[in-house]
């Protein structure tokens, strides 16, 4: 079910570019690419909450009692994080508007939508912490659901970049709320009053301080799979970014295809008994689909860029198969990130961080065509994939993990 839900909103996801790239210009596509990108960055403390509380449910302690028996903490450590994510957001738009070259509002619109999307998150993590599958499934294609409503109404209506945007950020409350009723299901969704009591509890802090720390390699993962398109739309010309954000379809499709593994395994990665055979298992699972994606994507590059992006993009129909590599690599790392956060180590991220910079400086210094660009942070991605595997082997735990 979890695995129907995920690839369901990531199709989905996908298909908003298709819609749009049937309406938009590739310069007004690139800047949607691009803003898409930097909400997936605004998303990472909420991503980092989900798996701290995923972690604390799924493995109670005398200190974690006070999340498994209810939502409340949980969800007033999301809240302030929304808060204090989007405050930060709406400060930093005008100068991330300035470096994207999109209108102001347009970067306004991925501030507010980050409050929303931190609250999903944490709801998230009490649902997989519990191991609610189904439910996290459905608020996982909503996501995507949400989203091509956003490109249809768009495309209807002959909308730009801002608008979509605003739709965007529309989808994402109403994601929250459906997530938020389906956590009512089970009668563990607190009243405003019962999280205002929860917002200076010490286990509310204990999230919130863990969840901060977990965004160093949340940031870095998350970051690093959006750092090419924010490249791309930095040093390439307008129209060539609008091709690599179609190019970036094939990548995403084979990070986030699979990302359901990294999930459903993560609650035993967190389980020292459990743990070697789930990081093998959630790895090996994980190389498969992406072998058979990169083959599907070199096979039939042709026909899967003229469905995705149309003819005008059928020159990037022999690079399909290097944005799907460049996906696998991002998959592989998310499980070695995930096997790391499972028992509250952070070296994977650490190495992600280092990824991170290399690519940075590699598509500074050769960044001519799309070609250039995603080998660059190709080559920088599987480094740190070969880095994080060998950390992962390493039987040291950090302080402050679970015991289960």
Known sequence: MLFVGTLAGNLLGYLFFVVLSRTLSPQDLGAVGSLASLATIAA???????????????????DSAEVADGADVAL???????????????????????????DVSAALAVAVAAAPITMTFAVQGLLQ???????????????????????????????????VMWLFAAGCAVTFVVAAALLRRDGRLPGPSAIRHAWGSSAARTIFRESATAVLPMSGLLVLSSVDMLLARHFLPADLSGGYAVGVLFEKVALWGPAFLATLYYPRMA????????????????????VIGIV???LLGGPLVAVVGGAGYAALAPLAWLFTALGVALALVQVLVYADLAVGRHRAGAAVWLALGASAVVVAGRHDTITAVVTGVLGSILAVAIVSAALSRSPRRARGAPRG
């Open 271 to 290: 389980r020292p008994s459990d743990r070697p055979r789930a990081v093998r298992d959630a790895l090996l699972l994980t190389a498969a689909v992406g």
């Open 296 to 298: 599907a994507a070199f």
């Open 129 to 163: 912490g519990r191991e609610r599958f189904a439910a996290l499934a459905i608020v996982a294609a909503l996501v995507g659901v949400t989203r091509v409503v956003a490109a249809v109404i768009a495309a209807v209506a002959g909308l730009g970049p801002v608008a």
């Open 44 to 62: 990472v403390p909420g991503l980092g909450i989900q798996l701290v509380a995923a972690r604390w449910v799924a493995t109670p302690t005398s």
């Open 76 to 102: 007033a450590a999301g809240l302030r994080l929304a808060l204090l994510l989007s405050a930060v957001a709406l400060v930093l738009a005008p100068g991330a508007a300035y470096l994207l070259r999109v």
